[in-house]
């Protein structure tokens, strides 16, 4: 890494570009996830919402940087985008994006038994047992891909696209 970069990051490390075959396996392993989604029938939309909320929870500015402008380009809107982190609040997400989301908030804070088991319920309520299975593992790559970004203190760079209106 340059002296730049390095200067940066405050003299983190990207484990990433450190360690390139554990990171190719996280990828792989990604590759894998988002396969399972597509089969269990989570679209691609769905997948950035509980990417997005998981990066959230776990405050990496990269990966909210990089799947809000995926999610964007799959469909979603900035309005939902922008409520996101009120989701339980509005009426703008479906009953089925609703039990996604809560399932991955509980996979990224499992510690809270008491909204895993309600989480867990309302996934059994409004999916299938692949789709749960599909939305925990969504969540269990996005938070691995999170600590790779907080811990190497990945840069979020400006773009030249405008915010839609």
């Given at each position: 890494?340059?002296?730049?970069?390095?200067?940066?990051?405050?003299?983190r490390?990207?484990?990433?570009?450190?360690?390139?075959?554990?990171?190719?396996?996280?990828?792989?392993?990604?590759?894998?996830?988002?396969?399972?989604?597509a089969?269990?029938?989570?679209?691609?939309?769905?997948?950035?919402?509980?990417?997005?909320?998981?990066?959230?929870?776990?405050?990496?500015?990269?990966?909210?940087?990089?799947?809000?402008?995926?999610?964007?380009?799959?469909?979603?809107?900035?309005?939902?985008?922008?409520?996101?982190?009120?989701?339980?609040?509005?009426?703008?997400?479906?009953a089925?994006?609703?039990?996604?989301?809560?399932?991955?908030?509980?996979?990224t804070?499992?510690?809270?038994?008491?909204?895993?088991?309600?989480?867990?319920?309302?996934?059994?309520?409004?999916?299938?047992?692949?789709?749960?299975?599909?939305?925990?593992?969504?969540a269990?790559?996005?938070?691995?891909?999170?600590?790779?970004?907080?811990?190497?203190?990945?840069?979020v760079?400006?773009?030249?696209?405008?915010?839609?209106?």
């Open positions: 890494m340059t002296e730049t970069a390095v200067a940066a990051t405050g003299g490390v990207f484990v990433d570009k450190q360690s390139p075959e554990a990171y190719r396996a996280l990828t792989s392993t990604a590759e894998a996830v988002r396969g399972v989604a089969e269990a029938g989570l679209d691609r939309t769905l997948v950035e919402l509980i990417n997005i909320r998981v990066s959230q929870l776990n405050g990496c500015a990269f990966c909210l940087d990089l799947h809000t402008r995926t999610a964007l380009r799959a469909g979603e809107t900035t309005q939902r985008l922008g409520v996101l982190p009120a989701w339980r609040d509005t009426a703008l997400f479906t089925r994006e609703r039990a996604a989301l809560a399932l991955a908030e509980a996979t804070h499992p510690a809270d038994a008491g909204a895993q088991e309600a989480a867990y319920d309302a996934a059994r309520a409004a999916l299938s047992d692949e789709e749960i299975s599909a939305v925990i593992w969504v269990i790559t996005m938070n691995a891909f999170n600590r790779v970004s907080i811990m190497s203190k990945h840069p760079r400006r773009t030249a696209a405008k915010p839609s209106a």
